[in-house]
């Protein structure tokens, strides 16, 4: 009687019973593997960190200072001091490890840099990613601003140097 019931089904007229049946595997399969997420695991991956580290070195200040210097060997410019504003600041993505357990209806998620080492044994992160500060304005304070070539130049001068339009450079005279 069960070989009838098995071999029934192959018939020509069950082609609507063959189909429910292979609809109902098919949504079983689908069930046992997205329940794997949902299983007690623990897993290991490589990822960006949620939120990338910033950090405002003193390479602004530097940046700065080096400007100073070089303008001020502009003829007629004297004495000089720069000040840059930045739309974006030096920032960098370290690489983390990202341990996740998930017991139950509790989820743990850990966080570790990955690091590397150099051949003195000594240790720093591994940088991701890592963008450059976005220079916003310039102000320069020079002694010889008042002379309409000099600032011409000083402008010019920082323009280049910054890639920054005309407008977003103030040059004006030292006091």
Not at 18 to 31: A, D, E, K, P, Q
Not at 124 to 130: S, W
């Amino acid at each position: 009687m069960e070989k009838d019931r098995w071999k029934g089904l192959f018939r020509p007229e069950n082609k609507k019973m063959r189909s429910n049946i292979l609809l109902v595997l098919m949504l079983g399969i689908l069930l046992l593997a997205a329940g794997k997420g949902f299983s007690d695991s623990k897993e290991e991956t490589a990822s960006p960190p949620q939120s990338a580290v910033r950090e405002t070195t003193s390479t602004d200040k530097e940046t700065e200072r080096r400007m100073a210097e070089i303008l001020s060997k502009i003829e007629g410019a004297g004495q000089v001091d720069v000040m840059l504003t930045y739309r974006q600041t030096e920032e960098k993505t370290i690489a983390h490890n990202e341990t996740r357990e998930e017991n139950g209806e509790s989820l743990r998620t850990e966080q570790t840099a990955i690091l590397l080492e150099d051949g003195d044994g000594a240790t720093e992160p591994l940088i991701l990613t890592e963008t450059s500060p976005v220079v916003e304005g310039v102000v320069i304070a020079a002694q010889g601003a008042d002379n309409a070539a000099v600032a011409a130049a000083l402008n010019q001068a920082a323009q280049a140097l910054l890639d920054v339009p005309a407008h977003k450079v103030a040059v004006l005279k030292m006091k």
